[in-house]
């Protein structure tokens, strides 16, 4: 089964390491992995901040990179993948052209942890890892594309990992993009709250599937000195393969 | 983010005691809320009847209004019309003055903090007394509302014991019992004195001309029923259809405020004391207020029209819940008032609001009518973010949009990116970031960007099993 990789510019340019954990887990699902190299930005950061008409250049030519490939696109960022599955249709709302091309492409686009747990070679997978693990659900993930079963699923399935209930976990981390710079003390004070009941969970590792959140919350670990690791799905699930 | 909005979030972050107030009412009114609606078997059902009400009201306004209007003189009220919040005042004080009346009696209504209808009759000569416990502190203290369903949430019960103390001479207590016996010693007068009661409705029903208001403290029952006149202040969105719509938003409403299942008070007002009847005001007057909304239901934002203000946007708002209702800087607060504020008071000097979200849709998500706020957020920065974002976002944005579809040009630009950043770094890790990313590093670090790039990593790896192979 052939599938894309949409790594993400996050990914691309700040953790290499996860996009290639993301690809060794795709492999052992037995997956062909190909990364379309001619993919750039997915254009999130202009929608979000109201310059949608830079993000309809963005949406446009990945649309178009994208079409000229084959099989499942996977997306390891719940906002990335809520951006192609949802967002770039709204953007083409009037467009009779680009907006059924939006559409057949957002059609093909799988978050990383749905097409993962979804994926008939899972069930076949024996991860095994010990650690603590919190689990922190990502708001376009969670709320966007509704997916919460999912990578909860996957951390249940790994052998000797604890999943520590956490309080308010549904609740913002802060991140949001330029947010997390333009109201950066609103945001701070985000990263505060969740910071706290992520370490009263006691957990050593704190696992998310959006590498936005994931900067925001590890470099606030970092910080304050905490020894909690902010982590990929993908990495621990890789390592959990290992 | 600029000026007032920036120096009102500061001031909210600089009170110790705000964030873990608000922190912990929303926790205690989100678990009441999914509690209240795991008591309702087809609570999602009845959300997409509400919604469904309240965008065919839209869709139809001038006409519900019409149909609204005829049930209310058929009742024997009095329907005014105000295109401004000086217009209604306007109504209002003239009513009180032609009545000659000295003392208004006032329940709890937010469009009235819209309109600052207290100061227009305080001007007038006209005493108004908040009846609403919440609402009467407020108004004890020279305060404004910060939450539009718990208006004192902002302060402690020993703040609310030291301004009863200090105006209205009350022994010092913190014991919200005893608080709320000093006031309704002194609201009893109140009620019983007041030449005019005013409120606003929470619903207005078009087919019958039904005023519904939604209370639990009672005060609501006295003001419309015991003064002579009756006055209802509502903005013109605040009708629906039918009173079979009613029945599914009386579920909703008290659910979504306050975990309710039903609120002490459900008042269904049908004009004013008919031939034979005990009680109720002598003469009913609906005033129905416009003030800017004519102009939200011209703009992408009309469907925040169908708000029932419920606040349980704000209780679920990260952003809400840091900086507290007064940082919003106008009558409505939270997510709604993002939207509904840049709305009635124009978006260029309040284009600040929008762009505090970090678009979590917490709000979305617990809209008993399911408004779409984070897509209204978007739309309102579309609207503004070309001329009002700052400089270096601008200047970003349209550098962004000269290589995102140039892949070469895409990649020598990150690259030049990656470098710059880690040429401040060490181990890694940015402490100090230069320019706007400062509003970053002030308390967290910044992981340096690799290196290479996955895209690099992943040619290298495939080419070693291209070897490997061969």
Redesign the interface.
């Known amino acids: 089964m052939q599938v894309q990789l949409f790594?993400t510019?996050l990914?691309?340019?700040?953790?290499?390491e996860?996009?290639?954990a993301v690809?060794r887990v795709l492999e052992r699902l037995g997956c062909q992995v190909e990364?379309p190299?001619?993919?750039?930005?997915c254009?999130q950061?202009?929608?979000?901040?109201?310059?949608?008409?830079?993000a309809r250049?963005?949406a446009?030519?990945t649309i178009d990179v994208l079409e000229r490939t084959e099989g499942a696109i996977v997306i390891p960022s719940g906002s990335c993948a809520d951006m192609l599955i949802h967002q770039f249709e709204?953007l083409f709302t009037d467009d009779d052209a680009w907006r059924p091309r939006a559409r057949a492409v957002a059609a093909r686009c799988h978050e990383f942890s749905a097409f993962v747990s979804r994926h008939p070679g899972f069930a076949s997978l024996a991860p095994r890892l010990e650690a603590t693990v919190a689990y922190h659900p990502s708001?376009?993930l969670l709320?966007?594309l509704g997916i919460d079963d999912e990578p909860r699923a996957i951390l249940a399935t790994i052998q000797d990992v604890q999943v520590a209930r956490m309080?308010?976990a549904?609740?913002?981390c802060?991140?949001?993009?330029?947010?997390?710079?333009?109201?950066?003390?609103?945001?701070?004070?985000?990263?505060?709250?969740k910071i706290a009941d992520v370490t009263a969970t006691g957990a050593a590792r704190l696992v998310s599937c959006d590498m936005g959140c994931l900067?925001?919350l590890?470099?606030?670990l970092?910080?304050i000195g905490s020894p909690v690791v902010a982590q990929h799905l993908a990495e621990i699930l890789d390592e959990s393969l290992t | 983010?600029s000026g007032s909005f920036a120096l009102r979030?500061?001031k909210a972050?600089a009170d110790p005691h705000l964030?873990p107030r608000l922190?912990a009412l929303s926790?205690q009114l989100r678990h009441r809320r999914a509690a209240a609606f795991a008591s309702l078997p087809d609570h999602e059902a009845l959300r997409d009847r509400a919604r469904a009400a309240k965008l065919e009201t839209l869709r139809d306004l001038p006409g519900h209004l019409e149909r609204f209007e005829a049930r209310l003189r058929d009742n024997g009220a009095h329907v005014h019309w105000a295109d401004t919040a000086a217009a209604a005042n306007q109504i209002v004080v003239d009513i009180a003055t032609g009545n000659h009346a000295t003392l208004v009696a006032k329940s709890k209504s937010m469009v009235s903090e819209e309109t600052h209808l207290n100061t227009a009759l305080e001007r007038a000569g006209v005493t108004v007394v908040e009846t609403d416990l919440g609402e009467y502190i407020v108004q004890l203290a020279g305060d404004t509302p910060s939450h539009i369903v718990a208006p004192i949430i902002h302060m402690s019960r020993a703040e609310v014991g030291r301004v009863m103390h200090e105006r209205l001479q009350t022994p010092m207590t913190d014991d919200p019992a005893t608080l709320g016996r000093y006031a309704r010693e002194r609201l009893r007068d109140v009620f019983l004195t007041a030449d005019i009661g005013i409120s606003g409705a929470n619903f207005g029903v078009a087919e019958t001309g039904t005023l519904c208001l939604v209370t639990n403290e009672g005060n609501g029952r006295m003001v419309t029923t015991l003064p002579r006149i009756h006055i209802v202040l509502m903005g013109v969105e605040k009708l629906i259809p039918t009173l079979a719509d009613l029945d599914v938003f009386l579920k909703l409403l008290p659910r979504s405020a306050t975990g309710q299942k039903l609120t002490a008070y459900s008042t269904l007002v049908n004009g004013p004391r008919r031939a034979g009847e005990a009680c109720g005001p002598d003469q009913l007057h609906v005033i129905l207020l416009d003030n800017g909304r004519s102009a939200i239901m011209a703009s992408g934002s009309a469907e925040i029209l169908g708000c029932i203000r419920c606040g349980a946007c704000m209780n679920v708002c990260?952003?809400y819940t840091?900086?507290g209702g007064h940082a919003y800087g106008d009558t409505y607060p939270g997510p709604v008032g993002a939207v509904l504020t840049p709305g009635l008071r124009g978006l260029e000097a309040w284009a600040d609001l929008p762009?505090?979200?970090?678009?979590?849709?917490?709000c979305?998500?617990v809209c008993p009518v399911r408004l779409d706020i984070p897509?209204m957020l978007?739309d309102?920065?579309?609207?503004?973010?070309?001329t009002q974002?700052?400089g270096w976002?601008r200047v970003a944005?349209?550098a962004?949009?000269l290589?995102?579809?140039r892949?070469v040009a895409?990649r020598v630009v990150?690259r030049l990116?990656?470098l710059a950043l880690r040429a401040g770094a060490r181990d890694g890790?940015i402490r100090r970031a230069p320019g706007?990313?400062s509003?970053?590093t002030?308390?967290?670090?910044?992981?340096a960007?690799?290196a290479?790039?996955?895209?690099?990593?992943?040619?290298q790896?495939r080419t070693a099993r291209a070897q490997v192979k061969r």
């Open positions: 790594h510019c990914i691309n340019d700040f953790a290499p996860v996009g290639l690809v990364v190299l001619a993919q750039t930005c254009g950061p202009a929608f979000n901040a109201g310059f949608q008409n830079v250049v963005a446009r030519y709204a708001c376009h709320r966007g309080d308010q549904e609740d913002c802060g991140f949001g993009g330029l947010f997390s710079v333009k109201h950066g003390d609103i945001s701070s004070r985000m990263l505060d709250r900067l925001n590890g470099g606030r970092r910080r | 983010m979030v500061h972050l964030g922190g926790v990260p952003v840091t900086i762009s505090a979200s970090s678009l979590c849709g917490a979305r998500d897509r978007l309102l920065r579309h609207r503004s973010a070309p974002a700052p976002l944005m349209r962004f949009g290589v995102v579809a892949p895409y990150s990116a990656r890790w706007p990313a509003a970053w002030s308390s967290r670090d910044l992981r960007p690799s290479r790039s996955f895209q690099s990593a992943w040619q790896r």
